[in-house]
Each structure stands twice: as C-alpha cells, then as structure tokens.
C-alpha cells in the first residue's frame, strides 16, 4: 500500500498563498492519477482537484478554479497543490490521494488516508 505524506500547510492570511506537498513512497507513483481532498470541520471530505498519471488531464472544482493549481513530478514521487488567493472557506485539512479516474476524482484506496496537513486562512 502506498504512504502518503502531505507538508506545506499552515496559517495564511485571506489573499496569501501555499504550496502543498505529498510525497509518495510507493514505486508505482508514476503509474497513477493523483488529488487532493480537503475536509473542513462538521463536513464531509470534498474532492477539489485531481491531475492523470501524465500530467496531460487536470479536473478542478469550480470553488478552486482559477485559484488552485496541481502538479507532479514523477521524479520525485510527489504531487504539489499550489493554493492561491486564499479564502477563510478553504480553511480544511487537505489530503492527496491516488485515483482510479480523473473525474470524477475517486479514491483507489478509499480507507486510506495520509495523515493530512492543515490550512488555516485568517479574514
């Protein structure tokens, strides 16, 4: 089963930006799609990007749009989220996971989750 080991969260003031990181230790990185998942206190855990195993298909939720951006280095074992005009609403902890398809983004390990990294947003 792959680890997961996300890093880069923190408190941010609205309009400030983060780049999250999740590193992989499984070797079969290259072989997935990848995204990343937030969970904001009393809701449920909401998909808001995803990227192919290639980088040739990104999918991006319309409240991250614009804002978020994903990549990945296959190299490295690794796939970034670089957040954007932060807003107080993304406050959340933010998980990666690896996908059975881009969209929509569906976990391949659904009881699998890494131990996530907190975002904070100040208004």
């Known amino acids: 089963q792959v680890q997961l080991v996300e890093s880069g969260g923190g408190l941010v003031q609205a309009g400030g930006s983060l780049r999250l990181s999740c590193a992989s230790s499984g070797r079969t990185f290259s072989n997935y799609h990848w995204g990343w998942f937030r969970q904001a206190p009393g809701k449920e855990r909401e998909a808001i990007t995803a990227i192919s195993f290639n980088g040739d298909r990104t999918y991006y939720a319309d409240f991250v749009k614009g804002r978020f951006t994903i990549s990945r280095d296959n190299s490295k074992n690794t796939v970034y989220l670089q957040m954007n005009s932060l807003k107080p609403e993304d406050t959340a902890v933010y998980y990666c996971?690896?996908?059975?398809?881009?969209?929509?983004?569906?976990?391949?390990?659904?009881?699998?989750w890494g131990q996530g990294t907190q975002v904070t947003v100040s208004s």
């Open positions: 996971a690896a996908l059975i398809r881009v969209y929509p983004p569906q976990p391949l390990f659904p009881d699998y």
